[in-house]
């Protein structure tokens, strides 16, 4: 045997494995998450019943809770999208100093458990500027922030914000930077080529931004609790309702409001992945 | 005219030293040179949309150096065409009319003349989505000229077409610039394009313009390059 052969590989044809296990995997792993999340929206739903969804909806706390939570989330999803839309341009669009450690700070509302968030809030609306600034807001407009509907808006707001944040930012990072420097040739200002060129090119993730804000302040609980309290027919949103409801055993009511909270998500998701995915591939 | 003057930029990290190239007005200059080298930044710097640490650049009778992008009077053609996905190709072309006020019947005239130039009257209802690459190249050649600029940059116009939109649009580039007499500076990698429409060429190698002016264009080049 020559050094050639000893060296030469092996002629045999190449074998290769199933596929059957690889795919199997996948299968199962993705499976059980959504097995769960649909048999948790079965469950929910075997557990409620029509009588019980007309006597909940019937209840004016209810009503209220679901009037403030429509009301709430709706302002908040407005103020996210202003904020969201400037910061997530600043920071898709400029280089500077610290930016990395705003990234960071940015991301505080995400990662701090929700509670924390609302007594962080409390907190600072118990100390010096945080009295002024409420008695500039009491002198303002006659509400008070704390223990009010504003104070419901704004523990809303810091959480849903920062997700409406990474969106925007993620969505500017998609658009090409170029389409505004072709703008600012053509004979814009920063501003006019951000109004008519990089807005108007990133209104699906506007939509997908305003989205997730609304959706996540429907959800929003812990800093509603601490901040704003759970009184019942002024600072009740759906899920105070819900916690409300819990405490005083009428768990069936309970589950009907989050029903509806499943509902209203469901419907949001839907009309996202119509109208986004059409306007986006026209 | 354009006319660089000891012009330094400064892109990140990247920097271009002490350029200089001369156009006369409603020329055609081409510049070459390799990849990395610094060409795009160097016409970005013309658009005012890189920073200029030294130096002046003149465009017309203009010292544009401190100017803004949109106070230079010049049609920017960047290398990926950058049309708004959200527009019409005659959203597309009234653009800059817009954005300085020109009133409906003079844009829509305006419009119509240059669709009619380009070959692009039949898409003005339709939005970059489908459009094919020499039909792209139109619409972005068109958003640039529609306010009349001194000056067209182009950066790369004719990659990634095919062979005979390459032909078309070359074509179209001469046509456009002996009909309106822009001065234009053109980046290519291709020979054969620089022989076709240059009347001077530059090519930046290593940091320094080294520039020929030709006598004539070449307008054998495309056949050849054909056959």
């Known amino acids: 045997m ?52 007309a006597r909940t909806l019937a209840s004016p706390e209810i009503r209220y809770a679901i009037k403030l939570s429509l009301i709430t989330c709706s302002v908040t999803t407005i103020l996210s999208l202003w904020v969201a839309t400037a910061l997530g341009y600043c920071m898709s669009r400029f280089e500077f100093r610290g930016k990395s450690l705003l990234d960071s700070v940015l991301d505080i509302p995400i990662v701090l458990p929700p509670l924390v968030i609302g007594l962080s809030l409390l907190i600072l609306f118990r100390s010096g500027p945080g009295i002024w600034f409420e008695n500039l807001f009491v ?30 930012r993620a969505t500017f990072d998609e658009i090409p930077a170029r389409c505004e420097h072709v703008a600012l040739t053509l004979g814009c200002s920063r501003s006019q080529a951000f109004w008519s060129v990089s807005l108007p090119e990133a209104r699906r993730g506007l939509l997908v931004a305003a989205t997730l804000a609304w959706a996540r302040s429907l959800g929003e609980f812990g800093p509603i ?39 209203a998500a469901m419907a949001v998701l839907v009309v996202v992945r119509l109208w986004g995915t059409e306007s986006y591939v026209r | 005219m354009i006319a660089l003057q000891d012009v330094s930029v400064q892109a990140g990290a990247f920097r271009l030293n002490r350029i200089s190239l001369h156009i006369p007005t409603g020329e055609y200059g081409i510049l070459m040179g390799k990849t990395g080298c610094g060409k795009t930044t160097l016409l970005e710097a013309i658009c005012g949309l890189k920073r200029v640490v030294s130096g002046t650049i003149t465009l017309g009778d203009r010292d544009v150096t401190r100017l803004k992008p949109a106070e230079r009077g010049i049609g920017f053609v960047p290398q990926d ?23 409906d019947h003079a844009l829509d005239t305006r419009v119509c003349e240059l669709a009619e130039l380009l070959g692009i009257s039949a898409l003005l209802t339709r939005r970059p989505y489908g459009l094919s690459g020499g039909e792209s190249q139109r619409v972005a050649l068109g958003r640039a000229l529609s ?62 313009i080294r520039s020929s002016t030709l006598d004539s264009r070449d307008t054998t080049a495309p056949q050849q390059l054909r056959n």
């Open chain 1, 225 to 263: 609790l601490i901040f704003a309290g759970a009184t019942r027919m002024k600072t009740e949103v759906m899920p105070t309702s819900v916690f409300l409801q819990m405490s005083i055993g009428d768990i069936e009511s309970a589950v009907a409001v989050s029903m509806l909270m499943i509902l």
């Open chain 2, 81 to 103: 065409k950058a049309l708004f996905s959200t527009m019409t190709v005659y959203e597309h072309l009234a653009f800059a009319l817009r954005i300085r006020n020109w009133d």
């Open chain 2, 147 to 208: 306010a009349h600029p001194h000056v067209l940059c182009l950066d790369e116009p004719l990659s990634a077409l095919d062979e005979d939109t390459r032909q078309e649009i070359c074509d179209l580039l001469a046509t456009i610039q002996t009909q309106l007499g822009v001065t234009v500076l053109h980046i290519t990698h291709d020979p054969h394009e620089a022989t076709r429409l240059a009347q001077h060429i530059f090519r930046l190698e290593e940091g320094v």
């Open chain 1, 139 to 168: 002198a303002l407009t006659g509400y008070r922030i704390t223990y009010a509907i504003p104070g419901v808006i704004l523990a809303q707001f810091m959480v849903a914000c920062a997700f409406a944040v990474r969106t925007m």
């Open chain 1, 2 to 53: 020559t050094s050639t052969d000893s060296e030469a590989p092996d002629r045999a044809p190449h074998k290769v494995r199933s596929d059957t296990p690889f795919f199997v995997g996948l299968f199962l792993l993705s499976g059980v998450y959504l097995f769960l999340i649909v048999a948790m929206i079965l469950a929910n739903s075997a557990y409620t019943s029509v009588d019980i969804f």
